[in-house]
């Protein structure tokens, strides 16, 4: 029998791309001034079912913008963003369903403070998801203990550090079952040795395949759970990459400009 006694060559490793789904976000030609400010540029940009996109570049590049237009806290000028095959409305009933559907994490954790930190899980949930409350909270309960602050349910807002403040804060924005996350510098405003509770939770989140749009400049994290870079400046993809080669070979002048001064 003249079995090959030479093993074939080991298939090629199969791109990480290949482990993405469809289009979930898709953005075309969208533009948005703010008064003479044109601080969204012929924007395309689709996003895949579980791609962890993060976007980075300067202050005032329109980054916080983007992802406000995307979740339809702003308008825009011209242009479509559709979640998941659908054109995101302009208002009405419609559009705070498909709202649902975004999840956002922003860099002030924007919990309610008057609140438990229970119930700013659960509100969401019980106000526009009608979800029954004890099923929420039992969810709430699970998502708590996910991001490590199950034991803090009861507390209020400011009882807990920065970096459990946003812990809850993306456990409140998963308790919707939204479909994209959105985080815009989530952790920019915490202090240096809770940034990687915080980062830890995205990662985990990331390899469960989560689709999620990044702001940030934690290189850390892009290396570890991005499937793609894109760099904005002045309102304009600039460029796109896999992290290992945007921070290694950037193309363009604004791109090495912007890493020389990050790095
Ligand atoms: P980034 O998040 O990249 O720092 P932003 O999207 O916050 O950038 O802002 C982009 C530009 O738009 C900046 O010049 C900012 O000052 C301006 N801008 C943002 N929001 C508003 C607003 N509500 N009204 C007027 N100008 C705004
Ligand atoms: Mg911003």
């Given at each position: 029998d003249a079995s090959p006694t030479t093993p074939s060559p080991p298939p090629d490793a199969p791109s990480r791309d290949d482990e993405l789904g469809p289009p979930l976000v898709e953005l075309h030609g969208v533009n948005k001034h703010f008064g003479d400010l044109?601080?969204?540029?012929d924007i395309d940009l689709t996003v895949r079912r579980g791609e962890v996109l993060v976007v980075i570049g300067p202050s005032g590049s329109g980054k916080s913008t983007l992802c406000r237009a995307i979740n339809r806290l702003e308008t825009i000028d011209t242009g479509t963003i559709a979640i998941d095959g659908q054109p995101l409305p302009e208002e009405g009933k419609e559009l705070a369903r498909l709202r649902a559907d975004v999840g956002m994490v922003f860099?002030?954790?924007?919990?309610?403070?008057?609140?438990?930190i229970l119930d700013n899980v659960t509100l969401g949930p019980v106000k526009v998801r009608r979800t029954r409350s004890a099923e929420a909270k039992k969810e709430a309960l699970a998502l708590l203990d996910r991001v490590g602050?199950?034991?803090?349910?009861?507390?209020?807002?400011?009882?807990?550090?920065g970096g459990q403040q946003q812990r809850v804060a993306i456990a409140r924005a998963l308790a919707m079952h939204p479909k994209v996350m959105l985080f815009d510098e989530p952790t920019s405003a915490l202090d240096p040795e809770m940034i990687n509770e915080v980062l830890d939770v995205m990662v985990a989140l990331a390899k469960e395949g989560m689709t999620m749009i990044v702001v940030t400049h934690e290189m850390g994290f892009a290396r570890k759970a991005a499937h793609r870079v894109v760099f904005m400046a002045d309102g304009q993809i600039v460029e796109e990459a896999p992290p290992e080669e945007f921070f290694?070979?950037?193309?363009?002048h604004r791109a090495q400009d912007f890493l020389s001064k990050i790095l």
């Open positions: 044109h601080v969204l540029r860099q002030s954790f924007n919990l309610f403070a008057h609140k438990t602050i199950g034991n803090q349910a009861d507390k209020m807002p400011a009882q807990l550090s290694t070979n950037p193309k363009s």
